[in-house]
């Protein structure tokens, strides 16, 4: 079965800039996670869809960021405007119903200048 | 919210030598804990999981124990290959893993030729 799908793989952009990246998680999977991963820490949770609704987004920071998934299915997340602070590898993540295991997409590495 | 340290940051061992890797969480509702390997420029992928309900899970080389009175958990790689180089990182999820995971900062595991 396909993995979960994520572009684009890079980005370089500048501060103050918008930027959006775009998952898609495997076939079937009701519940996907956006995680930040800054270089040399593990992934924090940005971000819980279940279908389209969220779970849980107390990690999100609103005033820049945003996502979405309006039909259940692909998923983006956006930033804008963008800070220096925000340069770190995005990750997407999907789980099946009644299922424990988190499958993680290649991730989109940010660059902020 | 859930804290999960981990330890070393940097493990180097002789190939075929065992490589330990030790983490603790704060929570104790966290009831789900999986090992995510993470390759250069490659999303983590789970190599195992453990829920709280059980001492210790084994797979081949890989095996990972949980004292919950504790709050440790540990993961254990015998007669390591050069494949294992990587960096691998330990999470807890309350929610048997519903939840977002809450990862540690990773461990840069080196296989000695």
């Known amino acids: 079965e396909a993995g979960v799908a994520q572009s684009p793989r890079y980005k370089i952009i500048e501060k103050r800039q918008s930027v959006a990246f775009w998952c898609n998680p495997i076939s079937g999977h009701a519940t996907l996670y956006w995680y930040q991963q800054i270089l040399g820490q593990g992934p924090k949770l940005l971000i819980q869809f279940q279908n389209n609704g969220v779970v849980d987004d107390s990690q999100l920071p609103k005033d820049r960021f945003s996502a979405e998934r309006l039909k259940g299915v692909d998923s983006t997340l956006k930033i804008q405007p963008a800070k220096l602070e925000d340069s770190a590898v995005y990750l997407c993540a999907s789980r099946g119903q009644g299922k424990e295991t988190q499958y993680f997409g290649p991730g989109t590495r940010l660059l902020v200048l | 919210g859930e804290n999960v340290e981990q330890h070393p940051s940097t493990l180097s061992v002789q190939e075929g030598d065992s490589a330990v890797i030790k983490c603790t969480y704060s929570d104790s509702a966290s009831n789900y804990f999986p090992w995510y390997k993470q390759e250069l420029g490659k999303g983590p992928q789970l190599i195992i999981d453990i829920r709280s309900n059980v001492g210790e899970k084994k797979d081949q080389r890989i095996a990972v124990t949980l004292n919950k009175t504790a709050k440790h958990f540990s993961l254990h790689i015998t007669e390591t290959q050069p494949e294992d180089s990587a960096v691998y990182f330990c999470?807890?999820?309350?929610?048997?893993?519903?939840?977002?995971?809450?990862f540690g900062k990773g461990t840069h595991l080196i296989i000695q030729p």
């Open positions: 999470a807890a999820s309350a929610g048997g893993g519903a939840d977002g995971l809450t």
